[in-house]
């Protein structure tokens, strides 16, 4: 059971908009900054946004994110079949004095 | 090119003992944090341990069974893992910790595997 609560799957068809929520609490979410990586199975994960919304550089405008109290979204716009991977949110939780990441969201791209 | 690479993962039987490696080049080392992070098979991203960039402070999740290091003049650093359960049976990455981005997990290694296993 992870700290932050992500939905396992989500789906699209190239060009689509994609969401992908992320749940936490007060003492993570709600207080930190919250982070997003990309993980292709066999390969090193990759930051795609930070401090809730920033984008690193190199990382395609097509990918956003946001946060409302205790909970954060990455939108992904005109979806693309390299789009395809696993997303991870992550926070600093304050209570527990660790890292902690959501359970990952399998992105399928129809 | 800015770059990790893990190494030292292998088979393990329980209650025995690894050191993994994380060699890092094209970027002044001492000048990141570093995290260590496990992935289990068919299980999500979590993080174990973090150290500053000079050595002098350091987190984990794991206590008592995981110690992680660095040595600076090697560009290197290290998760000292004892104990061993199969429940540690994980891909182990090593992450470089951008404080000019909030901390975040921004160049990572492509993994270490070790297997807990009799």
């Known amino acids: 059971q992870s700290v932050l609560t992500q939905p396992p799957s989500a789906s699209g068809t190239p060009g689509q908009r994609v969401t992908i929520s992320c749940s936490g609490s007060s003492s993570n979410i709600g207080s930190n900054y919250v982070y997003w990586y990309q993980h292709l199975p066999g390969t090193a994960p990759k930051l795609l946004i930070y401090?809730?919304?920033q984008r690193p550089s190199g990382v395609p405008d097509r990918f956003s994110g946001s946060k409302s109290g205790t909970s954060a979204s990455l939108d992904i716009s005109g979806l693309r079949s390299e789009d395809e991977a696993d997303y991870y949110c992550?926070?600093?939780?304050?209570?527990?004095?660790?890292?902690?990441f959501g359970g990952g969201t399998k992105l399928t791209v129809l | 090119e800015v770059r990790l690479v893990e190494s030292g993962g292998g088979l393990v039987q329980p209650g025995g003992s690894l050191r993994l490696s994380c060699a890092a080049s094209g970027f002044t080392f001492r000048g990141y944090g570093m995290s260590w992070v496990r992935q289990a098979p068919g299980k999500g991203l979590e993080w174990i341990s973090a150290i500053s960039g000079d050595g002098g402070s350091t987190s984990d999740s794991v206590k008592g069974r995981f110690t992680i290091s660095r040595d600076n003049s090697k560009n290197t650093g290290f998760l000292q893992m004892n104990s061993l359960r199969a429940e540690d049976t994980a891909i182990y990455f090593c992450?470089?910790?951008?404080?000019?981005?909030?901390?975040?997990?921004?160049?990572w290694g492509q993994g270490t595997m070790v297997t807990v296993s009799s």
């Open positions: 992450a470089r910790m951008n404080s000019a981005l909030g901390n975040a997990f921004d160049i």
């Open positions: 992550a926070a600093w939780d304050d209570s527990f004095s660790l890292w902690v």
């Open positions: 401090r809730n919304n």
